[in-house]
C-alpha cells in the first residue's frame, strides 16, 4: 500500500511540476513563492517551526517571527518551483571567490565545499558546473517517496553531469573514492545526524556528522564555506570563503570538535542575516525530553 500512495503522489505531483517547468523562470518562482505563502502558514509544522525560531533567535519580536515564517514558505515554495530552471538559474548565479575551490584543484587536490540549506540551496554545484566548468558531487538525503526522489535527482545532477549520492554507507564510499579521485564534493552540515555527536548550535546541542572534518583531515585537502543567498526573487548569489584550518600551526589535527565549532559560527551568521532562507522545520536540535545517548565521534576509515 505504501508504494501506491507514492506512486499516486508521483502522479498529482507531475502536472504541478510542468506547469512550474513550461512558464518562464521568473513566474514559476513567483508561484512557487506565493503557494508557499498561501498554504505553508496553515500547516501544522509552524508550531515547529516557531519553536526552533525561539530557542535560536529569542531576541526577536511576534510580529518578527511571524515574518520570518512566512518568508520561509515563500523560499521553500520558490525553491521548489525552480526544480525544472536550476541550468538557467545556475548561469545567472553570482559567484564570489570561486578560485577558493579552483586554486587547490588546479594543484591535483581535492577539496570539500560545506554549507547549509540557504535560499536555493540545490544551485552550488549547477553554478559551478555551467560557469566554471567544475563538477562538484554532493551526499544527499532522498525523499521517502522513491518516485519523486527519481524526478528531483534528475533536475540536480543535470543529465548525468553532477552526481547526488545516497546518504548511505555506500554513498560515503563513493564520495571518498571521489577525493581519492582529486575532485571535490559538497555537504550540507545543517540536518540532524544521530549517530553524530552533540555540538552547540545556536547555544543548544545538536547532533552533528563529524565526516567533513574527518575527510578534510584525512586526505589533507581545505574545506570551504559555501553559501548561497536569494538576493532577491530569482537573483542568487554564491559566496566561496577561505578554507577553515583543520591543522593546526604545527601540521597537527585541530580537535574535530574545534572545526565543527567554527563552522557552526559561519552558519549561525548566515542564518541570523536572512534567517527567512533556512529551514526552520528541520529538527536540528536534540529533544528536550530525551537523553543523548551517543555522543562518541563515528570515524570515516
Known amino acids: 500500500m505504501k508504494h501506491v500512495r507514492y506512486l499516486i503522489q508521483f502522479i498529482a505531483l507531475l502536472p504541478i511540476m510542468g506547469v512550474f517547468a513550461v512558464l518562464p523562470v521568473r513566474m514559476a518562482s513567483n508561484l512557487g513563492g506565493w503557494l508557499g505563502r498561501m498554504v505553508g502558514p496553515k500547516l501544522g509544522a509552524n508550531k515547529k517551526a516557531l519553536r526552533h525560531l525561539q530557542m535560536a533567535l529569542p531576541d526577536r519580536t511576534d510580529d518578527a517571527y511571524a515574518a520570518i515564517i512566512t518568508g520561509m514558505w515563500d523560499n521553500l515554495g520558490r525553491t521548489f518551483a525552480e526544480y525544472p530552471h536550476i541550468k538557467t538559474l545556475a548561469r545567472q548565479t553570482e559567484i564570489i571567490g570561486a578560485d577558493h575551490l579552483l586554486a587547490p584543484l588546479d594543484d591535483e587536490k581535492p577539496a570539500i565545499m560545506f554549507s547549509a540549506h540557504l535560499g536555493n540551496w540545490e544551485l552550488q554545484p549547477p553554478s559551478m558546473l555551467t560557469q566554471h566548468g567544475q563538477r562538484v558531487d554532493t551526499i544527499v538525503r532522498a525523499p521517502n517517496n522513491p518516485y519523486v526522489g527519481w524526478l528531483l535527482k534528475r533536475f540536480r545532477e543535470m543529465g548525468g553531469r553532477i552526481a547526488t549520492l545516497p546518504k548511505s554507507k555506500q554513498g560515503t564510499r563513493q564520495l571518498v573514492q571521489t577525493l581519492k579521485d582529486g575532485r571535490p564534493i559538497g555537504i550540507l552540515i545543517d540536518q540532524k545526524y544521530n549517530e553524530g555527536i552533540a555540538m552547540p548550535f545556536f547555544g543548544h546541542p545538536a547532533m552533528?556528522?563529524?565526516?567533513?572534518?574527518?575527510?578534510?583531515?584525512?586526505?589533507?585537502?581545505?574545506?570551504?564555506?559555501s553559501r548561497l543567498e536569494r538576493i532577491n526573487g530569482t537573483s542568487f548569489r554564491l559566496t566561496l570563503y577561505p578554507a577553515l584550518p583543520v591543522f593546526d600551526d604545527a601540521g597537527n589535527p585541530r580537535k574535530v570538535e574545534d572545526v565543527i565549532t567554527d563552522a557552526h559560527a559561519m552558519i549561525e551568521r548566515w542564518i541570523t542575516e536572512r534567517p527567512e532562507q533556512w529551514i526552520w522545520l528541520h529538527r536540528r536540535w536534540i529533544d528536550e525530553t530525551r537523553d543523548v545517548t551517543h555522543t562518541g565521534t563515528n570515524t570515516v576509515n
Open 208 to 225: 552533528t556528522s563529524p565526516a567533513f572534518v574527518q575527510l578534510a583531515q584525512k586526505f589533507k585537502c581545505p574545506l570551504i564555506p
